[in-house]
């Protein structure tokens, strides 16, 4: 059984990032990884603070952009 996840940059993605796994495990991983890639990188390039709550906003954000097939 192949894993087919799908992660856009933004919900008009017409070209998003697609990954092929063998396990759900090793998709987890990768979308738990790339998610927290793409969280630091708009940390890092804010000029202001984020709070915890802007954090989870992020997290809900982005994993809406995940779409995971068996």
């Known amino acids: 059984m192949t894993i087919t996840v799908t992660y856009a940059i933004d919900t008009l993605d017409t070209n998003p990032t697609i990954e ?3 396990t759900m495990s090793e998709a987890q991983d ?3 990884d790339e998610m927290q890639r793409r969280i ?17 906003e992020m997290r809900e954000s982005e994993f809406a952009l995940v779409r995971i097939e068996d």
């Open 30 to 32: 990768w979308i738990a």
């Open 40 to 56: 630091d990188w708009t940390v890092s390039h804010s000029p202001y603070p984020i709070s915890d709550e802007e954090l989870d």
């Open 20 to 22: 092929l796994f063998d």
